[in-house]
């Protein structure tokens, strides 16, 4: 009985420290897949993917960025945000996308280049509409110089230059609003409107001591980029009022008829030409120059050069060529203009250039907005960076206001006798 007693006890002990094996080995088990379920629930509790849309009451931001040995302090957003749900007056009315357009908008503006923007979705409507040549506004191409909201160019047969505005025109003014610290896009949301009604602009232009009221009754803006006229002599007038979309199409055909007509030499008026995309002024400089001549150069942030060449199809370079420009000749014209003045020697008539020397690339966002950065630098081929300081004429020409008045063109006139002695 002894013995029996002995061996239960030993029975017991060995059952008693499989049981505390076994216990251990599952408790351990446990902890495992708890400890990994938990972090998987907590991880997609808290931590949100890169597009995810975050909800207003949930947004939370930890600053860790150091910027110039200083710390960026992103809380003050978020804390003004706060403030603004908390106290505005109307707060109830609040738009919360309006506030995020807004900021986004302020952050570009903040950089201090005018030609950096944030586009909302209405907004990029209507700049993608300018581009394809039809919109209702006045016509005319804004720009900011000397920190002033300037005209760059009145469009061809537009209300804007049936009015009387020329480029070169500082608007103080929209209707009761003053333009100081106003950005272009926001001139041009007060400038358009409707077909039919009116807006009121106050300008003030060099060389006169006052301001002076223009009113403008807004149009619907069709705008076609090319224009040809053949003139006498067998000299074709060649006039290009924008880079748009359809602009290099509509040059092509334009090009067929002077070769058709087999005229002696070319006009090219870029006045009034505020630019636009780039590549259509590249295509346009190949039908002009023979393949493989430099366009532009572009330098990026870096300062790192590159040259746009021209791509073929120059089936006008053998003909004399003359360029007219002005104030309102900016971006893609000027580009055009320098590419063909260093590679062809062709004579620049008229005024200096408005003087914007930058590339911005349009990049889309989510929602239908946009946004428009100035990611180089551009020279002519010859290395002159023209930012602010614009393509000096050749042989400069006024246009004065008189002349203006009693529809004279002291400009075309000496583009005209300049190409006759080039065709001698």
Known sequence: MENLTENNEEIKEVNRKLFHRYLSFFLAVFLIVSSFWLGLWWGKAHIKPQNEVFKISETNVE????????????????????????????????????????????MLQATGDPYSNFFDPEESKSFSEDLEGSFEGIGAELGIKEKIL?????????????????????????????????????????IRGEKGTEVLLTIFREGEEDTKEISIIRETIEVKSVKLEIEEDNIALLRINKFGERTAQEFD????????????????????????FLESSVKIASRLMPKGKTVVLEEDSNGH????????????????????????????????????????????????????????ELINLSGGSSVKITVAKWMTPNGDYIMEKGINPDIEVDLSREDYENDKDPQLDKAREILKEKIR
């Open 305 to 360: 050069r590159e040259a746009l060449l021209t791509y073929g199809g120059d089936k006008l370079s053998g003909l004399p060529l003359v360029v007219l420009v002005n104030e309102g000749s900016a971006s893609a014209s000027e580009i055009l203009a320098g590419a063909l003045r260093d590679n062809l020697q062709a004579p620049i008539i008229g005024k200096k250039t408005f003087g914007k020397g930058s590339v911005q």
């Open 63 to 106: 600053n860790k960025l150091p910027l110039e040995k200083k710390e960026l302090d992103f809380s003050l957003f978020w804390k003004t945000w706060e403030l603004l749900k908390e106290k505005h007056v109307d707060k109830g009315a609040l738009d919360a996308q309006k506030l995020v357009y807004g900021a986004i908008k302020g």
């Open 253 to 276: 055909a334009e090009m067929n008829e002077i070769i058709k007509k087999e005229t002696k030499g070319i006009i090219l008026d870029l006045r009034n030409n505020p630019g636009g």
């Open 150 to 190: 300037t005209v760059i160019a009145p469009l061809d047969e537009s209300p804007a230059q049936k009015a009387g505005l020329r480029a070169g025109d500082k608007i103080i003014k929209i209707g009761d609003q003053p333009t100081t610290d106003m950005n272009i896009y926001g001139a041009v949301d007060l």
